[in-house]
């Protein structure tokens, strides 16, 4: 049986739940895919990037810790990872894939029990798989006594209760599984690919790989810009963190705000691979898009959109950039789809002709001016 374990950091660490899975069960072919400090977009990411070559029979997804601390900090609001988790579980409905939440939660305060953050996301998380025919092994149900002194720092848990856990896995993996029902249900997330999408100004064009995280990726330097030509409204950018990442722009329509990809996780991983969470509600467009504006000023002047642990870059303005791979777009599934199916499509032909012409345009000049 092949499977696929898709988590945070407690899913990556030595001592993590995952490592001793594998020891647990060597009879599985067991791939892990993990990414800390993202929370459950990041495995929505995964898992619309996943080839039907690499599709496991079964996924265990352990992401409820992180979304924790991105509800806490105010950075995504519960409705929204509903509607992730659903789309997690209608994906895997079509391909078939048995789906396993397995919810761990943030380390509680002495003397004290699972926090109210956490037990807010563990009913989130219970009453989505419940409604949809998913397991969910809850921290709370393999532990009921677990406490402070069970973990080593805030969010990760020690070596005995990782121990506890892989056990509680490894149990339920032995069970009969049959993928989440609703396979019917219409798509409301999709991934443009950036390292293809039509850029003006400097960038390069580099493939990108990483224990965590590979693929291509676009560099993005000042007066560089990045035009997605996809409906839908921009939620999260997939991106590389780098001592030259810097403050960012996103148009959609008329709304604007400005982001940092700079991260104060690279003092522990310098070149560090992170999804980036618009905390704006942008709107549904048919276009977006990503630059970097020469002008400092008026950068600054745009309204600011928080991400999870930045920092300031210490790069010169003039030499700042940004290292993209997709970005996922929402659309709202309970809006009327007819009259806009009919924009898409004159949308897509415009935008072929837009192209088109580009090529064109590219191709006179370089036989009038090509030669000196």
Same mark, same amino acid.
Request: proline residues 5%.
């Given at each position: ?215 291509? =990726?676009? *560099?993005? +330097?000042?007066?560089? @810009? /990045? ?9 999260? #950018? ?105 924009? =898409?499509? *004159?949308? +897509?032909?415009?935008? @072929? /002709? ?9 191709? #006179? ?8």
């Amino acid at each position: 049986m092949r499977i696929l374990t898709l988590g945070g950091s407690n899913t990556g660490i030595k001592i993590g739940w995952a490592a001793h899975l594998k020891s647990l069960a060597p009879e599985y072919e067991i791939a892990n895919r993990f990414l800390g400090g993202v929370g459950s977009l990041f495995g929505l990411l995964t898992l619309l990037r996943l080839p039907e070559e690499d599709r496991p029979d079964v996924i265990v997804f352990e992401y409820t810790l992180n979304d924790t601390l991105l509800f806490v900090g105010q950075l995504i609001h519960p409705d929204f990872t509903a509607k992730v988790l659903h789309e997690i579980m209608t994906i895997c409905a079509r391909r078939n894939i048995s789906l396993l939440f397995l919810c761990l939660c943030v380390r509680p305060c002495e003397g004290e029990s699972i926090s109210e953050g956490s037990q807010y996301m563990f009913d989130l998380y219970k009453n989505a798989a419940t409604s949809r025919g998913a397991p969910c092994i809850m921290l709370t149900d393999v532990a009921p006594d677990f406490s402070f002194s069970d973990y080593v720092d805030s969010v990760h848990l020690a070596a005995e209760l990782s121990q506890r856990v892989a056990e509680a896995v490894a149990t339920r993996l032995k069970q009969p599984m049959a993928p989440p029902n609703g396979k019917d249900r219409e798509k409301s997330f999709f991934l443009a690919d950036v390292a293809s999408a039509r850029v003006v100004g400097p960038h390069a064009r580099e493939y990108l790989q990483s224990p965590v995280f590979s693929g291509a =990726f676009l *560099l993005l +330097k000042r007066g560089g @810009r /990045i035009y997605l030509d996809i409906p839908g409204r921009i939620v999260a #950018i997939m991106l590389r963190s780098t001592e030259n990442s810097g403050i960012y722009r996103i148009r959609a329509g008329r709304a604007l705000i400005a982001k940092n990809a700079q991260s104060v996780i690279r003092k522990d991983v310098p070149e560090l691979m992170t999804l980036h969470y618009v905390t704006a509600t942008m709107p549904e467009t048919f276009r977006t898009i990503i630059d970097l504006p020469k002008d400092e000023r008026e950068l600054r002047a745009i309204k600011y959109d928080a991400t999870f642990m930045e920092c300031d870059c210490a790069a010169p303005f003039v030499d700042q950039s940004i290292e993209i791979n997709s970005a996922i777009f929402y659309r709202d599934p309970d809006r009327p789809h007819r009259l806009k199916r009919r924009f =898409f499509r *004159l949308w +897509k032909i415009y935008v @072929r /002709i837009e192209a088109e012409a580009q090529q064109l345009g590219e191709r #006179i000049r370089g036989l009038f001016f090509g030669r000196s």
